[in-house]
């Protein structure tokens, strides 16, 4: 079972190792899927805000995959949605 603040950290850890971050903050915004339907109450969303000079230099596109990438396990099995905000 996965908890959100083992989560946040797992989250935290895997981006400021693959990715030179200035700032980074993550939120826990799973409250907004709590009355949908087929919503697993085992997955998060999290919202990124992520002051990075690396991923700023990028468009769009490549610093969401590579987030992605980077978060693809927990993707499959803990993430629902993920909120990226680049800064």
């Known amino acids: 079972f996965m ?8 989250t935290k850890k ?3 190792t693959s990715i ?3 700032d980074l903050k993550i939120e826990d915004k799973s409250f907004l899927h709590q009355n ?7 997955k998060f969303h ?3 805000t992520i002051k990075s000079n690396e991923l700023k230099k990028m ?5 969401n ?6 978060l693809s396990d927990e993707m499959k099995k803990y ?4 909120q990226i905000l680049i800064t």
Do not use: F, M, V, W
């Open 20 to 22: 030179i971050i200035e």
């Open 65 to 70: 995959k590579k987030i992605y990438d980077i």
């Open 46 to 48: 999290l919202k990124l």
């Open 3 to 10: 908890n959100i603040i083992k989560l946040i950290a797992i």
């Open 79 to 82: 993430i629902h949605s993920l």
């Open 14 to 16: 895997k981006l400021e």
């Open 59 to 63: 468009n769009r596109i490549e610093s």
């Open 36 to 42: 949908h339907s087929g919503n697993d109450p085992n």
